[in-house]
């Protein structure tokens, strides 16, 4: 039998659906009435970062780095064609991506969304993977490999990484190297496939112009009843300071680029510690803020300037990135700026703006089917929910953003990635 | 969706307003066309920019920040693009709709009143603009060109754009260069905004639940004092090529960018504009197309291989990410797929998912306010302003013959490898 609850928010005006499916998997379905786009999104728990796992208790097994990302690639190749050939008859814009947390499989529709959904239940659950064609996707994903060590602000980030984690495979390129993915084969390709693959481990989230019945018509059809498992994720032991405080590389780029990180104690975030550093963040980086204005005339950043929460299982990092003409300045301002306010505190004013920004973008965001569905995979993989975030955002206190202001930054925890332009 | 309701409020200032419901938000974007020229760009570029950044009532970036945040993170947006021949000053307000708000306040009120205080009452006195503001505004302007030089494609393509369009107006940059930048005074803003407000072409669109008349009626009363004599525009389309240009480039990147651009000999608002957007679709626009199917999947030439249409200039430009060595052979694999194109080999299976995706995508488009916005302005100088229901009927329509026609009528006009630096590694 499929559980069906509703969850409704008359203050939003809208309202989703969470399916409890028989086969183990979990539905959500968001109706959003007089839009033409509909949206899916089919996602495991599982990302770069699991590379050493077991199931049921048995032995760990280590998998090479990138094989999460390969493994995504691979399953749009079916036993009977390409999953991209099959999309096109239907029209459906699909797309598939790899975190460091999650592969989630998705398209977006105008038309035919059954037979879209059908092909995306169909193909994430049957794989075929054979020497030959794991082998021919070598050189793709070499050149997808290529292309990012092009990318000054990937390689900003991931340099960021690696000098702030000595082992957390947080710090290994998604895609992993042209070395680690030629010791890909078809074996372990199935064995991740079949541990982190299950219905139980994954999450299907819809949103459009439906009702639950017209997905689960479909799913009731396509879905293999899944047996629970148990998946153990091993991080080796992090230790809770950086390795490096600084880090630079040279580009070809005319102005130089930079991530300053915070390395934070890991813990599990919950719902109302998210919706209060984003209200934080707001308050340390947005465009109304204090400090960006001191950076702004100090001639420190430009508009690209911004900040991220970035954490996962074993990760949890404050970010702040940008262009500047000198990242060290910009990053001693950043910790005198934050060690003054730890003393201080936000002032009430200054919190009342961040609230309201934070409201109004996360309310925003129910415009988009995109959004919204892919908001939903998150949420389910960190028991959260789409309303209660924005409800939490619209109900933070301004002692509570102030107690994780001092308690998520600790300013001598900190690295500074910087890409310089190459000297000719 | 509900049609669009068009007025003129000025010589030369349509406002147009779209009534949609299923928004949380509303979105007000105004449209100032002015021609492309070498001496203008600069100061009309940084104008737009100085607009958006504060007003009198809002004196400074930090002020007016902070009063949109108040409005729940309420947007006030700048932008620069080319048009056509055409120089186009977006400015745009969107925010929440007012029966979100946690104290019962009209956001969507007090930012149509905000749109008309930034363009009509700017931060400006003795006329002049804010000279700090400007430097400013000039700092983040040199910064977003070296930006667009960092991305090695969108460095690509306006170099390929430059080449080929040399003795036209489309070859400028949107926003000049660095050194008239640099020589712009804030008396040259000031003129600037006078002559925008007498000479330019506004074009107004509402988006939102709530009624647009309140915001038609701020910005007709605005333009009641300003005596308009709007400037004509106008756009070329180059319908031969003599001879096609060939050049490359060398550059410290580790994949190269293959850039081609093609005259189509139609242009909006010609009818046959159509099929040439289709034409291109089914070439390089899906991942069904041509180029991705062969050049890219079959072949393995290129990590990317697309072609869109400029549909107001008649220019149909490839684009391609390739390995050094496989230039040549990439080259001639999309030049194989055209003349396929040109002889008539087209699957029904490659015209009806082309049909599909291009379909799907004006559908999708038109799911933000954004993007409702977007559709009709950005349909100004066609022939006709469709909804997105009668575009995909138009789209449906397209015959395989039309299409061949098409792809007939494409001449080679430019081709321009960015390449990687012979080094040993």
């Known amino acids: ?178 070395e680690s993915i030629a010791e890909i084969t ?56 950086v390795c490096s405080h600084y880090v630079e590389q040279e580009f070809p780029v005319s102005m130089p680029l930079f991530n300053f990180g915070f390395k934070v104690k890991t813990h599990p975030v919950t719902r109302k510690e998210a919706a209060e550093v984003d209200i934080l963040l707001g308050v340390l980086s947005a465009s109304y803020s204090d400090l960006y204005k001191l950076l702004d005339d100090a001639k420190l950043i430009n508009q690209s300037f911004d900040s991220e929460y970035f954490n996962g299982p074993g990760y949890n990092v404050v970010l702040f990135s940008g262009e500047s ?58 028991n959260a929910d789409i309303f209660g975030t924005i409800e939490d955002i619209a109900n933070a206190t301004l002692e509570d953003v102030n107690e994780r202001l001092c308690s998520l930054l600790d300013l001598d925890n900190t690295t500074l990635s910087v890409v310089l332009p190459a000297k000719e | 969706m509900n049609s669009l309701i068009q007025k003129e409020l000025a010589p030369g200032v349509m406002f147009n307003s779209v009534s949609v419901s299923k928004f949380k938000t509303m979105r007000l974007l105004v449209n100032i066309l002015l021609p492309l020229s070498e001496e203008t760009n600069a100061r009309n570029a940084l104008l737009c920019y100085m607009l958006v950044r504060c007003c009198k009532k809002y004196p400074d970036f930090t002020t007016l920040s902070r009063k949109l945040s108040m409005l729940y993170g309420a947007e006030l947006n700048g932008s620069v693009s080319k048009m056509g021949d055409m120089q186009c000053l977006t400015i745009s307000v969107g925010g929440i709709d007012d029966s979100y708000t946690l104290g019962g306040e009209s956001v969507s009120e007090q930012l149509s009143e905000l749109l008309c205080e930034v363009i009509f009452n700017p931060k400006v006195s003795d006329g002049k603009f804010d000279s700090e503001d400007l430097a400013q505004e000039k700092r983040l302007t040199y910064d977003m060109i070296d930006s667009e030089f960092n991305d090695k494609r969108i460095y690509a393509s306006q170099q390929l754009i430059k080449l080929m369009c040399a003795d036209e107006q489309f070859g400028i940059s949107r926003y000049g260069t660095k050194e008239q930048i640099e020589a712009l005074t804030p008396a040259d803003i000031y003129e600037a905004w006078q002559y925008v407000l ?22 007709e009363n605005s333009f009641k004092e300003i005596k308009r004599t709007p400037v004509e525009l106008s756009t070329d389309v180059v319908y031969s090529v003599f001879e096609p240009k060939n050049v490359t480039e060398e550059m410290d990147v580790a994949q190269c960018k293959l850039e081609i ?81 040109k002889r008539g080999n087209i699957s029904d299976f490659e015209l009806e998912s082309a049909k599909l995706a291009v379909i799907n995508s004006v559908y999708a488009s ?46 080679l006009d430019t081709i321009y490898v960015l390449k990687s630096k012979a080094v040993e590694k």
Request: hydrophobic share 35%.
């Open chain 1, 186 to 241: 078809p074996e372990l390709l199935y064995s991740c496939y079949n541990t982190f693959y299950n219905l139980n481990n994954m999450v299907l989230c819809v949103a459009g112009d439906l009702t639950p019945e017209d997905v689960l018509k479909t799913a009731d059809k396509m879905l293999k009843p899944s047996e629970n498992h148990t998946i153990e994720n091993y991080f080796d032991g992090e230790p809770y300071e």
């Open chain 2, 198 to 219: 007498k000479n330019a072409y506004f074009d107004f669109t509402y988006v939102g639940d709530s009624s647009p008349e309140k915001a038609s009626g701020v910005i």
């Open chain 2, 261 to 341: 651009g093609m005259r189509t000999a139609c242009a909006e608002p010609e009818e046959d504009a159509i099929a040439v957007r289709l034409m291109s679709a089914v070439l390089g626009g899906t991942a069904t197309s041509k180029f991705f199917t062969n050049v890219r999947e079959k072949k393995s030439l290129c990590y990317y291989c697309m072609s869109r249409f400029v549909r107001l200039k008649g220019i149909l430009i490839i684009e391609s990410g390739v390995e050094a060595d496989n230039i040549e052979a990439a080259k001639e694999a999309i030049f194989e797929e055209i003349e396929q194109m």
């Open chain 1, 325 to 382: 003409r000198s990242p060290k300045e910009a990053a001693e301002k950043i910790t005198d700026y934050i060690r003054e306010l730890q003393k201080t505190g936000i002032s009430r004013e200054m919190f009342e703006i961040a609230r309201r920004d934070a409201y109004g973008d996360a309310l925003s965001s129910l415009n988009s089917v995109d959004n919204i569905a892919n908001a939903m995979v998150d949420c389910h993989f960190n």
């Open chain 2, 366 to 411: 038109v799911d933000t306010t954004g993007g409702v916005v977007n559709w009709y302005s950005s349909q100004l100088m066609d022939a006709s302003v469709d909804t997105p229901e009668q575009a995909a009927e138009k789209f449906r329509a397209v015959t395989k013959e039309q299409i061949v026609a098409a792809a007939n009528k494409l001449s």
């Open chain 1, 1 to 178: 039998m499929n559980n069906i609850t509703e969850v409704v928010s008359a203050k939003f005006k809208d309202k989703y659906y969470k399916i409890d499916h028989e086969s183990g998997l979990t539905i959500y379905v968001y109706p959003k009435p007089g839009y033409n786009s509909k949206y899916a999104i089919f996602g495991t728990h599982y990302g770069s970062v699991n590379n050493a796992f077991s199931l049921d208790g048995g032995e760990v097994k280590r998998v090479p780095d990138g094989i999460a990302h390969y493994l995504e690639h691979k399953m749009f190749e079916c036993e009977d064609g390409d999953a991209f050939l099959k999309y096109a008859k239907t029209g459906a814009n699909a797309n598939a991506y790899t975190s460091f947390d999650k592969t989630c499989y998705l398209f977006n529709c105008t038309d035919k969304f059954d037979e879209s959904l059908e092909i995306l239940l169909d193909f994430v659950q049957r794989p075929y993977f054979t020497d030959e064609t794991v082998a021919k996707e070598q050189g793709i994903i070499g050149q997808e490999i290529r292309m990012y060590d092009d990318s000054p602000e990937w390689c900003v980030m991931f340099n960021l990484l690696k000098n702030m984690f000595r082992s957390h495979p947080v710090q290994i390129d998604i895609a992993g190297t042209v």
